[in-house]
């Protein structure tokens, strides 16, 4: 089983904004294979899906972005899933407009809800797809994130949440060493 969480914040004001590519690339995910996310529990929204006979949880944490892992870690135990089963999708201000980068393990890089969540679980083992969002030193970083793609890179953008869900859509039936080589 696989647990795919994608992060962002809850509420129409955050909606297509950067720091919700998480949520985007889940919402994604749900519209190709057919699903919605009918369940609450455990401060998230989160369905079950069947891929190839490999069973899948979709999620997104109904925290804001910084508590992420007050919604993880509940639901991996509701679950009785391990952090090795876990696939947290988020922006990354680190990688260009368009980039994914893939990752089995590591440190938040920054990005508070990863990072709210490898606290959480106690390990950085955790498996990742992370969609860039450039960076823009001239505006702080908080508004940054909140606000929404430019016009002109929107296009860019919207390639890489496909590709995101086209990740994250494998990942479900295959292993995530096998996914990075294939989406990296």
């Given amino acids: 089983m696989k647990v795919i969480v994608g992060l962002g914040n809850p509420g129409k004001e955050y909606q297509n904004t950067r ?18 996310l009918d369940k609450t529990k455990f401060k998230a929204l989160y369905t079950t899906v069947f891929k ?3 069973k899948a949880i979709l ?11 007050e919604a993880v870690k509940p639901l991996l135990n509701y679950f009785e899933a391990e952090a090795s089963d876990l696939i947290v999708i988020h922006d990354d201000l680190d990688l260009p407009i368009g980039k994914l980068r893939l990752r089995e ?7 508070k809800g990863m990072g709210n969540i490898i ?3 106690g390990t950085k083992d955790i498996c990742r797809i992370r969609v860039g969002i450039a ?9 940054y994130v909140l606000g929404k793609v ?20 494998f990942a479900i039936d295959h292993d995530f060493s096998l996914t990075m080589n294939h989406f990296n």
């Fill in 52 to 54: 190839n006979g490999k």
């Fill in 105 to 111: 393990k590591g440190s938040s890089g920054g990005q």
């Fill in 135 to 143: 960076n823009n030193k001239q505006i702080d970083t908080k508004d």
């Fill in 150 to 169: 430019a016009k002109d890179d929107r296009p860019m953008y919207e390639e890489s949440l496909k590709k995101a869900k086209d990740a994250a859509i």
């Fill in 19 to 36: 720091h919700n590519a998480g949520f985007d690339v889940i919402d994604l995910i749900c519209q190709e294979l057919g699903v919605t």
């Fill in 59 to 69: 999620v997104k944490p109904l925290t804001y972005m910084n508590l992420s892992g």
């Fill in 119 to 121: 606290d959480l679980l």
